[in-house]
């Protein structure tokens, strides 16, 4: 057990987990504008209907940390259709009550995500997109081992100020093209 996150249980989420997801979801959005890329504006509109077809889209694994019956974290595993593609998954979605933030709930859900991941037996590489300048994200990510491999300029306007993107790779399978 990661310290501090004593008493948290990572589970998959499915549509039944939308109304918690979406308050979660919103409460982050909100207190964390910067490090998100959708509005809190525009995710007001997004209902619970909506919520639960996120969580229950083919090809999205959605994990949720709960303590007790509370939802206190979330993060998802985007996988691709294709033979040319499906070795490559993205992480997104990393959202952590702001009370838990800083006591391992963040690491607990990219550690049991990266372990589902090399279990589906066919990921390789997973991707995530950072906004540039988030140290705290930073070094939780880089822990884990992913790289940065490429900076998009001004993927984010917020309160008429552009930010980077920092795109990061953890590589899983080290067999071929090395």
Known sequence: ????????????????????????????????????????????????????ARLAKAGDYWFGAFDGDEL????????????????????????????????????????HLVDFARSLGTIRQITLALTDGNARAERLYEAFGFKLFGLEPDALLHEGRYYGKQHRQLILDHSNNE
């Open 72 to 111: 206190v974290g979330t993060i998802a595993l985007r996988t691709q259709e294709g033979s040319r593609l499906r070795h490559s998954a993205s992480l997104n979605s990393l959202i952590v009550d702001s009370s838990r933030q800083s006591r391992g709930v963040g690491r607990l859900l990219i550690a």
């Open 1 to 52: 057990m990661t310290p501090g996150a004593e008493g948290i249980v990572v589970r998959p989420l499915g549509a039944s987990d939308a109304t918690r997801y979406r308050v979660l979801r919103l409460a982050s959005l909100r207190n964390f504008q910067l490090m998100h890329g959708p509005a809190y504006e525009d995710a007001l509109r997004q209902d619970e209907a909506w919520h639960a």
